[in-house]
């Protein structure tokens, strides 16, 4: 079985751009959640998304967003890069959110200039 | 954001010990996840648990989910090299919440 995959890897973007992150969880996972993982913070919630429907959002400004697709593939985009947005995003597959096992990517490591 | 207390923040030891780490919260959880993260990559599921009081083992790991469930250990027996890299626990209160609260990790460094 496929796990989570997440591209790009790699990323450099300047400030003031914009970024979008895919994520393709495992066949038959319909849930796909996004964390940021930088030193100083840890992990943290960023949304999650179940049959493409936002269903948590954790404390993070309107620039960043997501969405799922009907085949749950996600995207996550952030507008306005600041140089602060630089981190490792990861996204975890589960099959229904609650109580189950979540998956992690690779992560796409974002750099901003 | 709030996150566990996970504890000790680092460990150096010597191949073939047995090591313990674990998470507290003040908070209710449904469900604890222990996670091994090496550089560069995402973290790898090593344990579910979804009962209080609950023991599971995956080959040298034991975690347990506390009674109380605010905590859970994890244990790994005979210790070897590959075992080093960060050890996350996360929980998830369930109902409406999907989230995965996280620690900030344990370091483990094994001395061959």
């Known amino acids: 079985k496929a796990g989570v995959t997440q591209t790009p890897r790699y990323l450099i973007k300047t400030r003031g751009q914009q970024v979008t992150l895919s994520c393709s969880p495992i066949s038959g996972h319909r849930s796909v959640s996004w964390y940021q993982q930088t030193p100083g913070q840890g992990l943290q919630f960023l949304f999650e998304?179940?049959?493409?429907?936002?269903?948590n959002k954790g404390n993070f400004p309107g620039r960043f967003s997501g969405r799922q697709f009907s085949n749950s593939r996600s995207e996550m985009n952030v507008s306005t890069l600041e140089l602060g947005d630089s981190a490792l995003y990861l996204c975890?597959?589960?099959?229904?959110?609650?109580?189950?096992?979540?998956?992690f990517g690779q992560g796409t490591r974002l750099t901003v200039v | 954001g709030q996150q566990l207390n996970q504890s000790p923040q680092s460990m150096f030891i010597q191949e073939g010990e047995d090591v313990s780490m674990n998470c507290t919260s003040s908070?209710?959880?449904?469900?604890w996840l222990w996670y091994k993260q090496d550089p560069g990559e995402g973290p790898v599921l090593l344990i579910a648990?979804?009962?209080?009081?609950e023991l599971t083992s995956n080959g040298r790991l034991t975690a347990q989910f506390g009674i109380t469930r605010k905590d859970s250990f994890l244990n790994i027996s005979a210790s070897i090299p590959s075992d080093v890299g960060i050890y996350f626990c996360a929980g998830q209160r369930g109902g409406s919440n999907y989230k995965l609260t996280f620690g900030k990790g344990t370091l483990l460094t094994v001395n061959p």
């Open positions: 648990l979804y009962k209080a009081g």
């Open positions: 998304y179940f049959s493409e429907t936002q269903r």
């Open positions: 908070s209710i959880f449904n469900t």
């Open positions: 975890a597959s589960s099959l229904a959110g609650i109580g189950t096992e979540a998956f």
